[in-house]
């Protein structure tokens, strides 16, 4: 894993040779970038300058089992104070809390822009479907500390019993579906919707692409952008019940060519949309289940067969994986974020999609080592993994020793494999009963 021995020697200002094929997988240059194109990087001495502050951010999602001055310390990323022993200066608190506010959220969401484009990206390209990248889109939301700042700019989500105990943001997320890479990520209030909020990230989509969509991002205007502003960009997504169409050629057995007519009231708030978009109907059925009929811009039977269409919708489901991976074990289910003021919440929000990518990649590279897929290797246990290295390389790992180590950490995580991923055979249900308890107010 490249991050660990690298949080431990940025704190001194320097890299150690012995720590420097470290620093391929987060090139500090692009934390040089971040800081300088939004305009805070540290100009005096201090304790904490911002180049340490990103990684700060980094460590508090990675590292969410230690409290965030903890976090420094153990990273090493409190400069040396001045003094005669060189030991490393204490850190407060209100410390932590001003130089969190000296960065702001723009610099690391700027890094999280930067590394992603180049991680994901070529993530996607190693596990193609078809000549096709494999992406997906889908929203989530996330619960916020009960402050009255935090509840002014996102709010609360409504209940049965009133407002909900916590304030939240949602958030929607573009990621390689075949290595959980994150290629893209937007914010916002909890009253946005997921449609407005994937436009923003329909650009970051490559070229030669299909992009997996739940049925709620349904918006004919969304996916003529999404397929005519580039070359041989697809999608792939459920009909709704009340979706309608005209056939136009059989294809195959439940797989038509059909026509669908675009409302009026779309086309007159934007004149750009033709009056019919050309998709194809692939209609399925999964034992135990009811039939599903899928739309997608893959129109060519020849090259795109109707039974792998609708295997690789159900990749789709990686995604809802990947928000588990970020919420349960990234975040051990903690109650909310740390972060109690809006700038700080979406700062840590940047910092966790970072961390979670370069536990993501760490793991892409192991699996390469072993000849499977990323997907096969346990997130739980390799985070696990790579905390602890965290903790010994620093102590236990003299300059000849560490290749070596490094070699054993991609080992180790090549043997948290997986079984393969088994066809879902029961529907979804809710089993957790409410509480009968009223809300604290």
């Known amino acids: 894993m490249n991050l660990g021995p690298a949080l431990l020697a940025v704190g001194a200002g320097e890299w150690p040779d012995h720590f420097e094929q470290f620093a391929a997988a987060l090139d500090p ?4 970038q971040a800081l300088s194109a939004t305009g805070t990087a540290t100009v005096r001495r201090r304790k904490l300058p911002a180049e340490q502050v990103v990684w700060l951010v980094i460590g508090m999602g990675l590292c969410r089992n230690r409290s965030i001055q903890d976090v420094a310390q153990h990273l090493r990323l409190v400069l040396p104070a001045a003094t005669a022993k060189g030991h490393a200066g204490s850190l407060t608190s209100s ?4 130089a969190r506010a000296r960065l702001g959220c723009e610099p690391v969401r700027e890094l999280f822009r930067q590394t992603a484009e180049h991680w ?17 889109v889908d929203g989530s939301t996330l619960r916020l500390a009960d402050t009255p700042e935090n509840e002014s700019v996102f709010g ?11 304030p939240q943001l949602r958030l929607v997320t573009l990621m390689a579906l075949r290595t959980h890479l ?12 997921e449609v407005p909020l994937a436009e923003t990230l329909w650009d970051r989509i ?3 692409s299909v992009t997996v969509l739940d049925r709620g991002f349904l918006s004919y205007r969304l996916l003529h952008r999404l397929q005519t502003q580039g070359s ?9 019940n009340k979706s309608k169409w005209n056939v136009l050629r059989r294809l195959g057995a439940n797989d038509h060519l059909v026509e669908i007519t675009l409302p009026k009231q779309a086309r007159r708030a934007h004149p750009e949309l033709p009056e019919t978009l050309l998709v194809r109907a692939v209609r399925y059925q999964r034992r135990g289940f009811r039939a599903q009929t899928l739309l997608t811009s893959l129109t060519d039977r020849e090259l795109y067969p109707a039974a792998e269409i609708a295997a690789l919708y159900h990749e789709r489901w990686e995604l809802e994986l990947a928000f588990d991976e970020l919420k349960t074990h990234t975040l051990e289910r903690e109650e909310t974020l740390r972060s109690r003021t809006p700038v700080r919440v979406q700062q840590e929000v940047w910092g966790l999609a970072i961390g979670y990518n370069l536990v993501r990649l760490a793991m892409a590279r192991a699996a390469a080592q072993v000849g499977l897929p990323p ?8 985070l696990l993994l790579i905390r602890d290295f965290w903790s010994l390389a620093a102590y236990t790992t003299g300059p000849g020793l560490l290749p070596r180590r490094i070699a054993e950490l991609h080992l180790d995580l090549a043997q948290l494999v997986l079984p393969p991923r088994r066809s879902r055979r029961y529907p979804r249900a809710v089993k957790i009963k409410m509480s009968n308890y009223p809300r604290k107010r």
């Not at 996607?124 to 494999?134: F, S, Y």
């Not at 994150?182 to 919707?193: D, I, M, W």
């Not at 997907?375 to 390799?382: D, N, P, Q, V």
Request: charged share 20%; aromatic share 10%; proline share 3%.
């Open 120 to 136: 994901a990206v070529s993530a996607a390209d190693t596990q193609r479907w078809r000549g096709l990248a494999v992406y997906g």
């Open 95 to 98: 410390a932590v809390v001003q």
């Open 232 to 240: 041989s960009r697809h999608w792939l997504i459920r009909a709704k």
């Open 29 to 32: 240059e692009w934390i040089e």
């Open 375 to 382: 997907i096969r290797l346990s997130y739980r246990h390799a």
């Open 206 to 208: 490559p070229d030669a």
């Open 182 to 193: 994150l290629a893209g990520l937007a914010l916002s209030s909890y009253a946005t919707g």
């Open 156 to 166: 609360r989500p409504g209940s049965s019993r009133g407002d909900a105990a916590y």
